[in-house]
C-alpha cells in the first residue's frame, strides 16, 4: 500500500520531464539520421560538447559572470529605487500627488525603444546595460508596492492603531507584511524583465555576456555555441524564478495558499 | 500587568479594588455627510457595569463604541473615560470586533503581544492559557477555527489588562455553541478582573445573559435603558429572563411596523 503511494509520487514527480525528454530524444534523432542540418539546428550531443569544451575553457564562466553580474547590478538599482518610491507614493498622499503621474508617463515608453538614446548617451560600456535593465525592473516593483500598501486591511491598520501602534511601529507590524505579497509579485515580474532587457541590451552591443558570445558565434556559424548561450539564458531565469518562489515560500509561509504550493 | 487599584484616571470613590473606569457619553452626535447617526445622546455608565447596547442594524450601536475610542470624532458634545476625556491621555480600552483582525503573519503568541514589550511573554502565554489556547501559541490565525481566533482576540484584549472592553458584535459570525461558551468565558474574565464592559450586539438573549443593564438606541438615541435584575449566572430558561427578553424584543420590533 505505502509502495504503492511512493511510486505514485515519483510518476507525479516525474511526468513533467516527460515531455522535454522525449523533445530531445525527437532532436538528437532528427540531427542523427540527417533530417535537421546542423547548420540550421546542431544535435544535442554537439551543444552538450560545446557546453563542456566552454566551460573547461573557463570561457563560458567568465560569460556568465559578466552578465549575471550586469543583470544583478541593475535589479539592485532599478528594483530597489522602484520599492523606495513606491512605499514613498504609497504611504504618503504628497508623494503620489507630486511623483505618481510622471512615473505612469514614463512607465508607458517601453525601455528597449530607448536604446538609439542610451547608446548616445552611454556608449556600449557597462552604464548603457545597467541603465537599461534599472529602468525596466524599475515599474514592476514601483506599481506593486505602490497597490501592495494601498491595499493593506483597513480593519487592521484600525486594530493596530487601537492597540497603541502607530509611525514606525505601525508600518513594522502591519504595513510592510501587509504589502509583502503584492511586493514579492513586482519582484516576480522584475526578474523576468530583468533578463530580456539583458539579453536584448548584450545582443545589440557589447564586448562580453552570454549575449555577444551568442552574437559572436553567429558570425562563425558555431549553431551549436549559440544555442549553448540560449539554453543558459533558460537556465538562468529559471533559477532567478525558483529563488523568488523561495522568497515567497518563506516571508508569506503565514498564509495557506504558500504553505502547500509546490 | 498585575491588577491595581490605583490607576490615576479612577477618582477616589471608585477604587472598588476594580479596574473598570466609568463612562460618561453626554449630548454626543454624530453625523456621516448629513445622515444623523447619533443625535444628542446621553448615557451614564459606571465602572466594572456590564452594559449591552442593541438595536437594529445601523442604528448607530458601532459608531457609539467607535466615538468612545477615538476612531470617530462627535461634532458636538463630550464622552468621558473615568474623569477625563476620552480624546486625552485616556485610560486603557481595547476594542474586540467581529472579525478577529488577527495578524494573518503573525503566529499566535505574538498576536497576543501585539503592542507589548518582549518582558510580558509569560504574561501573555498565562492569557493564553486562560482562553484555553495555550498548546496553539506558536501556530498561524489561518490554521485556527473562527471560535478559537475570536479567543485569541479576547486574550489579546486582555493581556492589556484593559479598563474598559468595548466588545462590537464579536460573536456575531460563530455557531451557535461556540457563542455560548464565548459568553460564559467573557462573563467569567469580566467577573475576575472588574473592568467596565459594553457589548454592541443585535441578539437580544445574548444581551441579557450577560448584561446588568440593557440600552436600546433606535433612530440615534436611547429607546429603552432596562436593569437586568436577575442575580447571576443570568440563566436563559428562567421565566424572569424569558420576560425581559420578550420585552426588549417586542420593543425593537415594534419599531419596525410603524414604518
Redesign the interface.
Known sequence: MKTQRQQRTLVKQALPWAVPILLLIVWQWASSAGILPSRFLPAPRAVIRSFVELSASGELWSHVRVSALRALSGFVVGGGLGLLLGLLTGSFDWAETVLDTTIQMVRNIPPLALIPLVILWFGIDESAKLFLVALGVFFPLYINTFHGIRSVDR??L???R????SGW?LYR??IL??A?PSILVGVRFSLGLMWVILIVAETISARSGIGYMTMNAREFMQTDVMVVGILLYAILGKLADLLAKGLERYW?????AYQTAR | MPITCSSREIPAEEQRCSRGVSVGIRSVSIAFAGRTVLENFNIEISAGEFVAIVGRSGCGKSTLLRSI?G?ETPQTGIITLGNVAASKGKPD???M?Q?S?L?????ILPNVM??LEPALIPQARKVLAQVGLAERAND????LSGGQRQRVALA?ALV?DPNLLLLDEPLGSLDALTRIEMQQLIEDVWQSRGFTAMLVTHDVAEAVSLADRVILIEGGRVALDEVVNIPRPHTRGSARFAALEERILGRVMKHRSVF
Open positions: 480593519g487592521l484600525e486594530m493596530g487601537i492597540y497603541g501602534l511601529s507590524e502591519i507584511p501587509g509583502l508569506l509561509r503565514w498564509n495557506p | 475610542v476612531l480600552v481595547r476594542v470586533f472579525d483582525r495578524l494573518p503573519w503573525r503566529r501585539l503592542g498561524w490565525p489561518a490554521t489579546r492589556h
